[in-house]
Nanobody
Framework: QVQLVESGGGLVQAGGSLRLSCAAS????????MGWYRQAPGKQRELVAV???????NYEDSLKGRFTISRNNAKNTVYLQMDSLKPEDTAVYYC???????????????WGQGTQVTVSS
């Protein structure tokens, strides 16, 4: 199995910055896409950003320019740099990794436990 450990959430004032990290470990053969999702109270989980093994990125349109996703393949870690934070960015942020645990098996999606990000006005 694959375990994901997230860190970096917390409370920040509007206009501030936070950097989230998510490290994958366990029986990993290969990692394809790595990404971040978020879920605000009363809302559905939504995509924040995703990055492929080759470094291609995709962002939710409204977050472009404020959020930056990156990854360190040697450390199996994905990061989310969040700048110019707004109160509406308040949510639980979840790491998602699509990984294969063997050369013959298809990749599966794995989720972190979530980290709370709260932006005060």
């Amino acid at each position: 199995q694959v375990q994901l450990v997230e860190s970096g959430g917390g409370l920040v004032q509007a206009g501030g910055s936070l950097r989230l990290s998510c490290a994958a470990s366990g029986n990993i053969f290969s990692i394809n896409a790595m990404g971040w999702y978020r879920q605000a109270p009363g809302k559905q989980r939504e995509l924040v950003a995703v990055i492929t093994s080759g470094g291609s990125t995709n962002y939710e349109d409204s977050l472009k320019g404020r959020f930056t996703i990156s990854r360190n393949n040697a450390k199996n870690t994905v990061y989310l740099q969040m700048d110019s934070l707004k109160p509406e960015d308040t949510a639980v942020y979840y790491c998602n990794v699509r990984a294969a645990t063997s050369w013959w098996g298809p990749p599966s999606d794995y989720w972190g436990q979530g980290t709370q990000v709260t932006v005060s006005s």
